[in-house]
């Protein structure tokens, strides 16, 4: 039996070992390279220079574990994954050098995800929670599977990347969704290797990078690591057959902080892109909690909505959605308030 299961999970051990060694070779290289965080800006909290060149080393590790894996057979999403890697390292590593306005950076993610389109890249439905799926493709009209994938790819992003504020979490929460997103694509109803082994090969790129970025930090993802693992991760989630609910379910946590936050951003009459210390994680971090406690906290409910995600089917997906949003929105609500003062006043 565990010959048979070693035999079967061949192509998955060697893409997440080959993955991860490659991560951690070019750490090595990118630690000691000239880019670092000399750019403290309102949502970070690190004062000291730390290599940002994390990004590099999971995009270029990925990539890499994608052309010289023999079981995979080329296809468009294969193609969307390493073009789409490539120009997220190019805007992200000029991020990093000199920070981009907004519009620029908002601008590079929307001409990426133009690009995956043009690849071939389609969501042509999405599942009904009540029965039966939705068709965002009519008659060969494309533009509302091309909006919809704008609207996706962009909160996913930058949900991640808003969720990269402290050592270890939007690491830490990608190598779940990632795993979460693997399991699923291997099950029976599903059954998609390809899906499941480009998705083992991202826990194997992340998990490389998060050996040094866990408490205290040694590098950081910077633009180009954040914002290509919610691009992944957005991107899987359309392949493997709209697996939208999983996605939203999985990565409950980031998403709700993110829309908070906006929604904070625009009531204070802010620009939504306005960088600040409200994200959940600096809520707590200035209610006294410590990084791990934080990353606990994350993890421990990320990892529950993935189980959940796993063994449930997709009605059950959404009320458990429901319920873990309204839960992350009451503890926003309960953080709200210091004594009787109002913070959100």
């Given at each position: 039996?565990?010959?048979?299961?070693?035999?079967?999970?061949?192509?998955?051990?060697?893409?997440?070992?080959?993955?991860?060694?490659?991560?951690?070779?070019?750490?090595?290289?990118?630690?000691?390279?000239?880019?670092?965080?000399?750019?403290?800006?309102a949502r970070h909290i690190h004062k000291k220079n730390i290599s940002r060149f994390g990004g590099l080393a999971i995009i270029t590790a990925f990539i890499l574990s994608l052309l010289w894996n023999e079981y995979l057979f080329f296809d468009h999403i294969v193609w969307a994954m390493i073009v789409g890697g490539l120009l997220i390292l190019l805007f992200g590593i000029i991020d990093d050098l000199k920070p981009l306005s907004w519009q620029t950076q908002i601008f590079s993610q929307v001409s990426i995800i133009l690009v995956v389109f043009i690849i071939g890249v389609r969501t042509e439905f999405i599942t009904n929670p009540f029965g039966g799926v939705v068709w965002l493709v009519h008659d060969n009209m494309l533009i509302f599977s091309l909006l919809f994938?704008?609207?996706?790819?962009?909160?996913?992003?930058?949900?991640?990347?808003?969720?990269?504020?402290?050592?270890?979490?939007?690491?830490?929460?990608?190598?779940?969704?990632?795993?979460?997103?693997?399991?699923?694509?291997?099950?029976?109803?599903?059954?998609?290797?390809?899906i499941a082994i480009m998705?083992?090969?991202?826990?194997?790129?992340?998990?490389?990078?998060?050996?040094?970025?866990?408490?205290?930090?040694?590098?950081?993802?910077?633009?180009?690591?954040?914002?290509?693992?919610g691009y992944a991760l957005s991107l899987m989630a359309i392949a493997a057959g709209a697996k939208i609910g999983t996605a939203l379910l999985v990565l409950s946590v980031p998403l709700v902080d993110a829309l908070w936050v906006v929604w904070h951003r625009a009531r204070s009459g802010k620009s939504i892109f306005h960088g600040d210390k409200e994200h959940l994680h600096h809520r707590l971090l200035d209610r006294g909690w410590s990084v791990w406690q934080i990353l606990f906290l994350y993890y421990g409910v990320t990892i529950l909505s993935a189980i959940i995600a796993v063994t449930t089917q997709t009605t059950s997906k959404v009320i458990a959605l429901i319920?873990?949003?309204?839960?992350?929105?009451?503890?926003?609500?309960?953080?709200?308030?210091?004594?009787?003062?109002?913070?959100?006043?």
């Amino acid at each position: 039996m565990i010959a048979s299961i070693l035999f079967y999970g061949q192509p998955f051990l060697i893409g997440f070992g080959v993955a991860s060694v490659l991560c951690l070779l070019f750490i090595f290289l990118f630690r000691i390279a000239p880019l670092r965080n000399n750019r403290v800006g309102a949502r970070h909290i690190h004062k000291k220079n730390i290599s940002r060149f994390g990004g590099l080393a999971i995009i270029t590790a990925f990539i890499l574990s994608l052309l010289w894996n023999e079981y995979l057979f080329f296809d468009h999403i294969v193609w969307a994954m390493i073009v789409g890697g490539l120009l997220i390292l190019l805007f992200g590593i000029i991020d990093d050098l000199k920070p981009l306005s907004w519009q620029t950076q908002i601008f590079s993610q929307v001409s990426i995800i133009l690009v995956v389109f043009i690849i071939g890249v389609r969501t042509e439905f999405i599942t009904n929670p009540f029965g039966g799926v939705v068709w965002l493709v009519h008659d060969n009209m494309l533009i509302f599977s091309l909006l919809f994938m704008l609207v996706w790819m962009l909160v996913i992003m930058n949900a991640i990347n808003w969720c990269d504020g402290i050592d270890g979490l939007a690491g830490g929460v990608v190598v779940i969704a990632a795993l979460t997103l693997f399991i699923i694509s291997l099950q029976p109803h599903v059954m998609q290797p390809p899906i499941a082994i480009m998705a083992i090969i991202l826990v194997g790129s992340v998990a490389g990078f998060l050996i040094f970025n866990l408490p205290p930090a040694k590098i950081f993802a910077g633009s180009s690591g954040a914002f290509f693992m919610g691009y992944a991760l957005s991107l899987m989630a359309i392949a493997a057959g709209a697996k939208i609910g999983t996605a939203l379910l999985v990565l409950s946590v980031p998403l709700v902080d993110a829309l908070w936050v906006v929604w904070h951003r625009a009531r204070s009459g802010k620009s939504i892109f306005h960088g600040d210390k409200e994200h959940l994680h600096h809520r707590l971090l200035d209610r006294g909690w410590s990084v791990w406690q934080i990353l606990f906290l994350y993890y421990g409910v990320t990892i529950l909505s993935a189980i959940i995600a796993v063994t449930t089917q997709t009605t059950s997906k959404v009320i458990a959605l429901i319920i873990f949003c309204s839960m992350i929105v009451l503890f926003f609500i309960a953080l709200s308030y210091d004594g009787k003062k109002k913070l959100f006043s």
